[in-house]
């Protein structure tokens, strides 16, 4: 056990060590207005490339996310089902997906799935 951790730590100092070396070395100390604004065929730019974009639509594809991963749990419930008991399969499946559920009904009472124009 003394193994295990005396290489565990002797990992974590080299990775910190080559981390803290890259951060130092790649840092970019010169700034040029040309370089950093974008490239239109040798003029300058007529508006900001950089436009914001919708904080909406960010919180749609978030809330997209997060169930796509929960449908990726639930997949595997249905192998579990050859092995598990009846009745605790019934119970994790339904508490499970009362889960997902009551999230859902908590975006949708605050207003994060209507899409504002």
Known sequence: MMIVTSISSIML????????????ISKKTFSDREKS????????PKSSARI???LQFFLIAVIFLIFDVEITLILPLIVTMKISNTLSFLSITTTFIIIL???LYHEWSQGALNWAY
């Open 13 to 24: 100092l080299i990775s910190t060590a080559m981390i803290i070396m890259a951060s130092l």
């Open 52 to 54: 914001p974009f919708s």
């Open 37 to 44: 604004s974008p490239f239109e065929c040798g003029f300058d």
């Open 101 to 103: 559920l009551s999230g």
